[in-house]
């Protein structure tokens, strides 16, 4: 931290401390992986680490790496051809290629036993066409593989199919001259050049593996994750997940620091004009090339979405007499309450964290406001255990040296599990809000100063109601990835609070697939209309209409 | 009486080059002063600083013989009693023109707005907004807005770069009819000697980051001491020179 110390009175203002407050509040759960280290091994330390971890680092490399390939391969290769073809319903499949986005992966990974296991509704149906098969079986790590990539190619799609669409025409024109062949072209050209995007698309992938914990624990995968809570709840040795959650700590900086290396080293500046990218004409396809190309863009559509949909819709079917009960209805006002409190709480502190520390003047505190947004990149088992322990820390505080049993506060209420959703997805706001505020620019603030008008005034007359659109969609995508989240609410959830995403879980851990499917569909359905509001709904202010 | 008094005014961004250094000079109240310079010689930084946008390293500047900024302190520029106008004119877009010109207004009156129209010549503009003015009706909004608040000093950050040579020299007699008018004083930045010659009474010529003179307009023709400076001068005379020769 870089603070002048001769203007320190002088540059120090109560900005400074709020930023310093909310900063070090928030990113509490990652410094207190770090200070229980010193409290030493668990009991379980040595035979965790003599037959567990081993599984545990091989088995997560094993998906990172598999779902990494797989999810490069399906989400390039789509992005591509949506982006340089016409075919028929290129709209839809557009926007269907984004949809298992909507779709938890521990839902598809039940579904999928569903489908290919004994008496699963693929295996009837291929039985009734003659052809023997019991079952295929998908409880291995290759089919988790399968599952998480199907489930999180989007994020390789929608980062690669930005770039691709923003290459200038007269790429592909020069190309063309030259007389480079099409592959030459994907292969020289528009590969390398989209490069850094994949590897940032691939590193969200990676995050969401490493975050996973309902496929992996459905499957029977040993991975980091599943490993973490293992050690907590059945080897009840809590001290043990602390230092398993440091070793994926520092796994996830080494990749991070990985894939920042590779992506800083093939940025390439594209001058891109818009005009020009708006004129980029996409060819017809032909013969046997459409038919090949279709099948690339229908399987992940057909697998990663019809499929799981309608398998959850015949379950559905089969269960509404006994699903369909006020129980479901509060199960899911409570989901939708605790993911709207949550979200609107962590859209708040984004813009005080975001603004705050802009109106401070210490170079060190504003970039103490990078470091509360880093919780996106470590997974939920860790924000976990890091509440746990620094609850228990502050609960044995007030016991010890006030006399006060505040432990109900922690863990017969909400509070740590909207605590920890603010950490874990701080960034999810935040980046598109800070984003979009630089966008703004300072000089709109600046000049409200000029005329006389406070910094809060400012930021409710002049930046909120400029940044309203970028508001809502920051809220709507925190509403969906806490609803959708799982790990983090399984752990801190207090007894009496269900959601919709726990009891999908819980009903298909029970083996009770078919009543899975109502929670499991509602979510769908809500994520389903809240992604079309963000993309289709009312963006355009008038920042974006005037010159 | 002295409207801005600055002493040994000093500011780097990344600790080690000084976009301004060691600036000293007054300003006396009613005077347009005009700030010239090349891109990066520190005029924007300059002007920011008397705003209370930038914070210095080191130096002081009073404002109507009050200390604004110093190692101790800095008043925020919202309590400085001076308008800026910015060189993109900021015009908040989600607002009409009226609903502009009155932002900073504690209680807005109609009749302040439409005398402020009168006076910056658009009558009838109050329910327009920014995106459908033209580039010189949007500086004399920033402009009428920033007079609403009636400051005790003016600061205009490059008023005539966006504009083209007609709407230009226009603006530019215009803006100083309103400031003699009204009594302000103004501190403006440009980098076209022909702006500070057609209205500034003084001139402040800043060189990567310092300040190589300041002076009235007719002393800075009448002695130019400064290598850069008469080079500058030169050139505007060769230039003069050749219109004139073809014009003739």
């Keep these: 931290m870089r603070i002048r110390s001769k203007h320190l009175k002088r540059d120090l203002n109560q900005w400074s401390i709020y930023t310093l407050a909310i900063g070090l509040f928030v990113a509490i759960p990652v410094f207190a992986i770090f200070i229980y280290l010193f409290d030493g091994v668990g009991e379980m330390w040595d035979h965790i680490t003599t037959y ?166 459905y499957y029977g995968i040993q991975t980091f994750t599943t490993g973490i809570f293992r050690t907590w709840t059945a080897l009840e040795d809590l001290q043990s997940a602390v230092y398993l959650s440091a070793l994926l700590v520092v796994l996830m900086f080494l990749l991070n620091s990985l894939m920042n290396w590779l992506r800083n080293r093939r940025s390439y500046a594209l001058k891109i004009s818009q005009e020009d990218t708006q004129k980029q004409a996409r060819r017809n396809l032909k013969g046997s090339q459409k038919a090949l190309y279709l099948i690339v863009l229908w399987i992940p559509i057909i697998m990663g979405v019809l499929l799981p ?90 016991d010890t040296y006030f006399d006060l049993a505040v432990g109900n506060l922690f863990y017969g209420s909400s509070f740590i599990l909207v605590y920890a959703y603010v950490f874990r997805f701080l960034a999810v706001a935040y980046n598109p809000i800070e984003a979009n505020s630089l966008k703004l620019g300072k000089n709109l603030s600046e000049s409200a100063y000029t005329l006389k008008i406070s910094k809060l005034a400012t930021l409710l007359r002049v930046n909120l109601p400029l940044l309203r659109p970028t508001l809502i969609s920051a809220l709507i995508l925190v509403f969906i990835d806490i609803l959708k989240e799982l790990p983090l609410t399984l752990i801190l959830k207090p007894y009496k609070l269900q959601t919709l995403a726990v009891k999908a879980y819980e009903y298909a851990d029970d083996e009770r697939v078919a009543e899975a499917a109502w929670p499991s569909l509602l979510l769908i359905f809500v994520i389903v209309l809240l992604m079309l509001l963000v993309e289709y709904g009312p963006r355009k202010n008038r920042l974006q209409a005037s010159k | ?160 770069s966006n504009l083209d040579a007609n709407l230009k020299s226009q603006l530019r007699q215009q803006i100083q009819q309103i400031v003699r008018q009204i009594g302000t004083s103004m501190i403006f930045i440009t980098h076209d000697l022909f702006d500070a010659i057609d209205i500034a009474d003084e001139l402040i010529y800043l060189e990567g980051g310092r300040m190589l003179c300041h002076c009235s307009i007719e002393d800075f023709f009448a002695n130019i001491e400064h290598e850069s400076i008469a080079k500058t001068i030169t050139e505007l005379k060769d230039n003069a020179k050749r219109i004139l020769a073809l014009t003739n």
């Design chain 1, 309 to 398: 949909v309608f398998q959850l819709i015949y379950w559905a079917t089969l269960t509404y007499e006994s699903m369909l009960n006020w129980e479901l209805l509060w199960i899911s006002l409570q989901s939708f309450g605790l993911a709207l409190s949550a979200a609107v709480l962590i859209v708040v502190v984004s813009l005080a964290l975001i603004n705050f520390a802009n109106w401070n003047h210490l170079k060190g505190i504003k970039a103490l406001k990078k470091i509360s947004t880093i919780g996106y990149v470590i997974p939920g088992a860790i924000i976990g255990i890091g509440v746990i322990k620094s609850s228990q820390s502050i609960i044995n505080f007030f």
């Design chain 1, 52 to 217: 567990f971890l081993p599984d545990y680092i091989l088995n997560s490399l094993i998906l990172l790496l598999g779902t990494g390939s797989l999810t490069f391969l399906i989400g390039t290769s789509t992005a591509w051809i949506v982006s340089n073809y016409d075919f028929p319903l290129r709209g839809l499949v557009e926007w269907l290629l984004f949809l298992p986005m909507a779709i938890p992966s521990y839902i598809v990974a039940y579904v999928y036993v569903g489908l290919l296991g004994y008496e699963g509704t693929l295996i009837r149906g291929l039985q009734s066409l003659g052809i023997s098969i019991t079952k295929i079986d998908v409880m291995n790590i290759g089919g988790l593989i399968w599952i998480l990539s199907i489930s999180l190619y989007p994020y390789v799609y929608a980062a690669t199919k930005g770039i691709f669409q923003s290459f200038p025409r007269s790429m592909r024109e020069n190309s063309a001259l030259l007389q480079a062949s099409s592959r030459h072209h994907f292969f020289k050209l528009a590969l390398p050049l989209a490069s850094p995007a994949i590897i940032a698309g691939l590193f969200l992938v990676f995050m969401e593996v490493l975050n996973d914990y309902g496929a992996a624990k």
């Design chain 2, 1 to 160: 009486m002295n409207i801005v008094e600055i002493e040994a005014l000093s500011k780097s961004y990344d600790g080690k080059h000084e976009a301004l250094a060691d600036c000293s000079f007054t300003l006396t109240k009613g005077k347009i002063c005009a700030v010239v310079g090349q891109s990066g010689s520190g005029k924007s930084t300059l002007l920011r600083l008397i705003a209370g946008l930038e914070r210095p390293d080191k130096g002081t500047i009073k404002i109507q013989g009050q200390m604004v900024s110093d190692d101790h302190k800095i008043v925020p520029p919202q309590e400085r009693n001076l308008g800026m106008v910015f060189q993109d004119f900021a015009l908040f877009p989600h607002l009409t023109v009226a609903k502009n010109i009155a932002f900073g207004l504690k209680k807005s009156t109609q009749a302040t707005v439409k005398e402020l129209l009168r006076l910056i010549d658009l009558p009838g503009y109050e329910q327009a907004y920014p995106n459908e003015l033209s580039g010189g009706e949007e500086q004399r909004v920033a402009l009428a807005r920033t007079l609403a608040l009636r400051p005790d000093l003016l600061l205009l950050d490059e008023p005539f």
